[in-house]
Every structure is written in C-alpha cells, then in structure tokens.
C-alpha cells in the first residue's frame, strides 16, 4: 500500500512556463513533507519542505503548497529553467520524522526550450 | 560542514556472492543513519535506520543486514546476493531534528 503517490511519471514543461508537480498521501498521521530533486547517478538533493500547520512555503522559485483535507500538496516552479529538468520526490513524515521518510515514485520532469 | 561518504559508486556482483556498502558521515555526531534502495521504475524504498550505535530497525524483509559499528558508519550487507537485489542504494543522515535528509551519491549494483 504506498502512502505516499506520484501519480505523474513525467512531465514536459516549455522553458519560462510554471511546473506543476502533484503529491497525494493517505496517512493522516503525516506532519511534515519535503521535496527532493535528482540527476541520474546521484543521489537526491533536498528541495523545499512544509509543516503541517502551514498551507504555503516559498523558496526562491519554488513553492510547495498543502492541502491538508485533500491530502494534497504540489510543487511549483516559475519560471521553469533548462537545468530544472531532474526527477522530483514527494515525501512524508510524522512524529519527528526518526523513522525515515516516505517517498513517492517519482515524477519526471522535462523542460523544453 | 558535514559531509557523506559511499562507496563504491557502481558494483556488479555474481548472484550467490557477499556484499558489503560502506556508509560514513563527517562533522556531526549522533546523527540517524538510513539505507535507501531504488529499484528500475521505483521509488525510494527504506530498507534500514540507525538512531545510535547498535540499533538497527529493519523496515521490510529482505535479503539485507545493516549495522552500525561506530557513531558515524552504517555498512549495508548481505551472504548471498539475489537478481533481485539490483538496484540504486542510498545512505543518507539526518540531525534528529526536522529538516531535509542529506543524501550520499549513490552505488549502482548490478547482481548477475
């Protein structure tokens, strides 16, 4: 049963435009969520993260947004860049997050220019 | 500033034969200690996690061991290696308090 679903394998976006990446979870008990990204042949590289009692959290280009009573969240990214092309993560954790993180499989993305 | 080390970066390994990953962390102490694994059109799948020298926790059943013999190393391990077992390994460290993973590059074993 996977708690954490990237329902998006990949998605190609024009180069200027915004990337939406989709995120949904089933385990209520969640609190805290990040956002990885990867390259081929290394390892993931922490994006951007959301407590539980925020609804928006912003970086730079990026935001993620949650929707708790969905249990939703979403990664944007404007305007979308040529090196932004990488495969982005979703995960989960709770209660202090000892226990690892949980992660979706994967959506990736394509910026053409 | 704190840093990951693993190794090696690629492996190919005969089925039936022992496997050893090495993962160390510098300039930090008492940090929790995952494995990772990413397996051809998967996710990232938690195989273990290390919260203290000693204590490993064991996510799913496999055919992997994990210990922890000193505060900043968390080897991978297995007897004898399966086709299954290919696949993308990740070790990866956190402080115990809330922030991003920070993850190792990675070791590609390919079983044959």
């Known amino acids: ?113 | 500033s704190q840093t990951i080390h693993q190794w090696p970066a690629t492996l190919v390994q005969p089925v039936g034969s022992p496997l050893s990953l090495e993962c160390t962390v510098e300039g930090t102490s008492n940090p929790n200690l995952y494995w990772y694994r990413q397996a051809a059109g998967r996710g990232l799948q938690l195989l273990f996690y290390s919260v203290g020298i000693g204590q490993i926790s064991s996510e799913v059943p496999q055919n992997l061991s994990a210990s922890r013999p000193q505060d900043r190393q968390f080897i991978l391990s297995s007897k004898k290696l399966l086709l299954s077992d290919s696949g993308f390994y990740l070790c990866a460290w956190a402080s115990g308090r809330r922030g991003g993973y920070t993850f190792g590059s990675g070791t590609r074993l390919t079983v044959v």
């Open chain 1, 1 to 113: 049963d996977q708690q954490v679903k990237q329902n998006s394998p990949s998605l190609s976006v024009q180069e200027g435009r915004i990337s939406i990446l989709n995120c949904d979870y089933t385990n209520s008990m969640f609190d805290y969520f990040l956002w990885y990204k990867k390259y081929p042949a290394e390892g993931p590289t922490f994006l951007i993260s959301i407590s539980s009692i925020k609804d928006k959290n912003e970086d730079g280009r990026f935001t993620v947004f949650l929707n708790k009573s969905a249990k939703h969240l979403s990664l944007h990214i404007v305007p979308s860049q040529p090196g932004d092309s990488a495969v982005y993560f979703c995960a989960a954790s709770s209660g202090g997050g000892a226990d690892g993180l949980t992660f979706g499989k994967g959506t990736h993305l394509i910026i053409q220019p």
